[in-house]
């Protein structure tokens, strides 16, 4: 189950949401369409089932552990799965809305891969990619358990999946070990 969704800035400073909208979701503003992280930590839920770690790098028919969707497309919203560089393999992420995570469906279950196979995973607090007041790494729930871990988008949001400006909603949701899929949760981020 996720514990924390939200942002930070590259240095893993964790940014204090800006308001929350009509259904309860964090906004978070930023003054870039790039230059930050999306950070997803989750825990083992009423199962009690470790979190899943996999995030495949190509499409090989399994779908991701973390399922994270933008409801307009980043950077050029290509549909290549993992584009992710070096130059000049280079693409953003399509877009879903609303959310689909039927990931039977191979354009679904693609997407998935491509947002996901973007982000690392911290299994120990003291290696997350966010820091706390005192700038030591830590994670960002204050939520922690020793079965706790981190997703993070690493580095950090370029050009190549820079937001729209506008509002964009992220919906993650987590996939245990066993396959089990944990409850969706959504932000906003805001670019003016």
């Not at 790039?34 to 199962?47: C, S």
């Not at 996901?116 to 790494?137: E, I, K, P, Y």
């Not at 949001?157 to 400006?165: F, N, Q, R, Y």
Request: hydrophobic residues 35%; glycine residues 8%; negative net charge.
């Amino acid at each position: 189950m996720i514990t924390y969704f939200g942002i930070a800035e590259s240095s893993g400073v964790v940014q204090t949401p800006s308001s929350q909208d009509a259904f309860l979701r964090n906004v978070f503003v930023r003054p870039l369409q790039r230059n930050f992280l999306i950070i997803v930590e989750a825990k083992p839920g009423p199962n009690a089932q470790a979190v899943g770690q996999n995030l495949p790098q190509s499409d090989d028919g399994t779908p991701p552990d973390l399922w994270i969707e933008a409801s307009r497309p980043l950077g050029d919203g290509s549909s290549d799965v993992c584009d992710k560089g070096p130059p000049p393999d280079l693409g953003g992420v399509p877009a879903f809305e609303p959310p689909n995570f039927n990931v039977d469906l191979p354009n679904v279950r693609g997407a998935l891969i491509d947002f996901a196979c973007r982000f690392q995973v911290h299994v120990r607090s003291d290696d997350a990619c966010t820091v706390n007041s005192l700038g030591n790494f830590r994670f960002a729930s204050t939520t922690i358990t020793s079965q706790t871990i981190q997703f993070c988008f690493e580095p950090a949001i370029g050009s190549e999946v820079a937001l729209p400006h506008g509002s964009t909603v992220f919906t993650a949701r987590v996939r245990d070990k066993q396959g089990g899929v944990g409850d969706p949760v959504q932000i906003v981020v805001q670019v003016p």
